[in-house]
């Protein structure tokens, strides 16, 4: 069984910034991909980042790219996302998931996510 545990969320001003954790645990290997993803109120779970962990290659949501960064560490399957220049749009709950199957590229669609984390809330205050 796999667990996702996110950590790191919180209450911001616009311009800050925000770290987030995901620690991995259970039977995962470098054939499961790592990505991020966030939920607004009355919106559809979009994809912010992700990690294929293999190469280590990342990709990232247009909306994010150049303030997101999402790394990991592989001693401690985990996996982050440092969010600069945080924008009340950026508001919305944080999702951690793990894709099997994906050793060298990253799904952006949901259902291709077999596990989830149970989600940090990030809040930017304009």
């Known amino acids: 069984q796999v667990q996702l545990v996110e950590s790191g969320g919180g209450l911001v001003q616009a311009g800050g910034s925000l770290r987030l954790s995901c620690a991995v645990s259970?039977?995962?290997?470098?054939?499961?991909?790592r990505a991020w993803f966030r939920q607004a109120p009355g919106k559809e779970r979009e994809f912010v980042a992700g990690?294929?962990?293999?190469?280590?290659?990342?990709y990232y949501a247009d909306s994010v790219k150049g303030r997101f960064t999402i790394s990991r560490d592989n001693a401690k399957n985990t996996v982050y996302l440092q969010m600069n220049s945080l924008k009340p749009e950026d508001t919305a709950v944080y999702y951690c998931?793990?894709?099997?199957?994906?050793?060298?590229?990253?799904?952006?669609?949901?259902?291709?996510?077999?596990?989830w984390g149970q989600g940090t809330q990030v809040t930017v205050s304009s």
């Open positions: 259970g039977r995962t290997s470098s054939g499961y991909a």
């Open positions: 998931g793990v894709a099997a199957g994906y050793a060298y590229s990253v799904p952006r669609d949901t259902p291709r996510y077999g596990y």
């Open positions: 990690i294929s962990w293999s190469a280590g290659l990342s």
